[in-house]
């Protein structure tokens, strides 16, 4: 089946510390996945997907075929930082109708 | 200009009653969907519609049921509500690309139930 996973379900890093969310794909082919935010009792929003290749609030994530990952980074983190975050396939189900979304990653920053 | 609109925002009820939460969204998309947030942030797939087909996760309680007069409106009605119906509901809907892919889901506000 196909699964997206997240190790972490929470992360606490310093403020102006490097921070790196792990995620780790198990389908075959070429996924396409997202990273998506979700801020304190907000609503979640697409933080970048990995075909646009670009970086948003300093936050760059690679597709790495032969490691199957997708890892959300950034270099030195900030305050406002801390939320939710989700990787995730563009659908959130299989054609099983398992779901694949990751269970998310509570990022903390610390003053 | 909301995209994806959810009504109510907040929903306080008693045990055993029956309630709707509304979802509209105005991008065109062709496919709805609806979530669940448990306590604990974990996001966990109910529904997923697309073109008048839904797609039923076999795990969802047969008192959720999804109600879709168009398109662009998708709806979650709740009978008999119990105390583990407590979470926050977030309404998605996305579009395929041009290739048959699936662009990025937005999502509504989220309606916070609390069953008392």
């Known amino acids: 089946a196909q699964r997206v996973t997240q190790p972490e379900k929470l992360l606490s890093v310093f403020k102006g510390a490097p921070v790196e969310l792990k995620c780790n794909y198990s389908y075959s082919g070429s996924p396409e996945l997202f990273w998506y935010v979700q801020y304190s009792r907000q609503r979640l929003q697409l933080l970048l997907r990995h075909i646009s290749r670009e970086s948003i609030k300093g936050f760059t994530a690679d597709l790495n075929k032969g490691e199957t990952s997708f890892h959300l980074k950034k270099p030195f983190a900030q305050e406002e930082d801390s939320a939710m975050y989700y990787c995730?396939?563009?659908?959130?189900?299989?054609?099983?109708?398992?779901?694949?979304w990751g269970a998310g990653t509570k990022l903390i920053i610390k003053p | 200009d909301t995209a994806v609109s959810q009504t109510p925002k907040y929903l306080v009820t008693q045990m055993g009653n029956d309630k709707s939460i509304k979802c509209e969204q105005n991008l065109g998309h062709d496919t709805m969907y609806w979530y669940k947030q448990d306590s604990k942030k974990f996001l966990k797939i109910m529904f997923s519609y697309n073109n008048k087909e839904l797609i039923i996760n076999e795990t969802v309680p047969n008192r959720f049921s999804p109600k879709s007069p168009d398109k662009a409106h998708l709806n979650l009605h709740i009978n008999s509500l119990e105390l583990g119906d407590s979470a926050v509901y977030f309404c998605?809907?996305?579009?395929?690309?041009?290739?048959?892919?699936?662009?990025?889901?937005?999502f509504g506000d989220g309606t916070r139930l609390s069953i008392l």
């Open positions: 998605a809907s996305s579009q395929k690309d041009g290739t048959g892919g699936n662009q990025p889901q937005h």
């Open positions: 995730a396939p563009p659908l959130p189900v299989d054609s099983n109708y398992q779901l694949i």
